[in-house]
Each structure stands twice: as C-alpha cells, then as structure tokens.
C-alpha cells in the first residue's frame, strides 16, 4: 500500500545551520506531496506541495523537490531560525477517485537553538 | 481566509461514555476528514467523508466510531463508548478537490480517563 518513510527525530540544530529532512514514498499511481508543519500546541499547517514530478515547492525559506527517479521528497532550508522548531510531516495523497485521503510520515521533530 | 474550525479545544471525558467532536468544515469543499494524533506519534487517517457518505474508512474506524453531515456545514464524529486508547489529538480536514491541499482544523485534543 501507499506509505511515507521520515527522517526519525529529533533534529537539533543550531540557528543559521542548514536543514535537511529526508522522505521517500512508496504509492501507486501519482501521488501530490506535502510537507505539513506543526508548531508546538497548534493544528496541521500546510507548509510546501509539489503535483508532479520534478516539481518544486516552496515557502517561508523551505524548499522540496518531487523526485520520481528516486521517490523522494527532502525538505530542506538553507538557514533556519528558532521560529522554525516544530514537528515536520511529510505526506502524500492520490488525487482522484472519492478518497484522497492524506497519507502522513512519522513526523520529524525540529529544534533549533539560538 | 476560510479555515476548518473545531469544537472543543480539549474535552475530557470517562471510559464509557458517548463524545461528540465538531467541525465546521471550508464551505465549498467536497471532501471531509477525521484523523488522529495519539500524543508523540503519527497522523492517523479515520475516516473520508464525499458525497453524503463514508467513502473510506481505516481499521481504527470501527462501530464505535460514527460520522455526520447533520445540517450541510458541521462534521461530526462520535464516539458511542470512549475508551482509554481513544485519547488522542483528533483532527478534521476538508478539501475542495482536484490537485489542491486539505485545510485542518486546530484539533480537539480527547482525554479519556
């Protein structure tokens, strides 16, 4: 079936270091992808999306890539901030059909020290 | 900008009895979800909702789990018969559909005691 593998965590970082998260999927069809970030206490934000292969999504300094060769979806930020600490999900869902359930990765916890 | 609301924040309850979550849900969406977070672990899919009906359920989604559409804007799931696991963070989505991304609620965080 269709699932999402993360990074474990935590991720300890100091401020303006350079962050990487690694995901890789396994789905049939073509599914969209996602990266959604919550903040400690708060809901699920949408961070980034990519639909298609090759597709880059970005936002607020982070940046993943849709690589269909080799099935992933790394989030990475090239300087990251206090601000950024939160717990990061990669997910992935099929379009189409009467579903489009979103499939979520274990999470991967960020903190970053000043 | 539209959101997914919820209600309540945080509802404790005792081991047996009946809660009721709500949601109110984007309004020109089609497409609505229940999902779970026990506390340190994954997002876990529920239920789907399209069409005035269950489109798809997981296994954790069992007959003690119900969802409703009661008056075309709130989402509801119930819980007959709480239990201790059931605690969780529960999470509604909605989706407009097509390539665009789901909008989740702030949660309602279930203590069962």
């Known amino acids: 079936g269709d699932s999402v593998t993360q990074m474990e965590g935590p991720v300890t970082l100091s401020e303006e270091a350079f962050l990487t998260i690694n995901c890789t999927y396994t789905?049939?069809?073509?599914?969209?992808l996602f990266w959604y970030v919550q903040y400690p206490g708060e809901g699920l934000q949408l961070l980034l999306k990519?639909?298609?292969?090759?597709d880059k999504g970005s936002n607020k300094g982070f940046e993943a890539t849709y690589r269909k060769e080799t099935t992933s979806f790394h989030l990475e930020k090239g300087s990251v901030q206090v601000s950024d600490s939160a717990v990061y999900f990669c997910?992935?869902?099929?379009?189409?059909?009467?579903?489009?359930?979103?499939?979520f990765g274990t999470g991967t916890l960020l903190a970053v020290q000043p | 900008e539209p959101e997914v609301t919820q209600t309540p924040s945080h509802q404790v309850t005792q081991m047996g009895q009946e809660v009721i979550l709500r949601c109110v849900p984007i309004?020109?969406?089609?497409?609505f979800y229940w999902y779970r977070q026990i506390l340190g672990q994954k997002v876990e899919f529920l239920v789907s909702?399209?069409?005035?009906?269950?489109?798809?359920k997981s296994e954790i989604f069992d007959d003690q789990f119900s969802v409703e559409r009661p008056d075309g804007s709130n989402f509801t799931l119930k819980i007959r018969s709480t239990k201790l696991e059931d605690s969780a963070m529960y999470f509604c989505?909605?989706?407009?559909?097509?390539?665009?991304?789901?909008?989740f609620g702030q949660g309602t965080r279930l203590t069962v005691v």
């Open positions: 997910a992935l869902s099929v379009p189409g059909g009467a579903t489009n359930k979103l499939i």
């Open positions: 789905a049939t069809g073509y599914p969209s």
């Open positions: 909702f399209y069409n005035n009906e269950i489109s798809e």
């Open positions: 309004s020109n969406h089609l497409y």
């Open positions: 990519a639909t298609k292969a090759d």
């Open positions: 989505a909605s989706f407009r559909g097509g390539i665009t991304e789901a909008f």
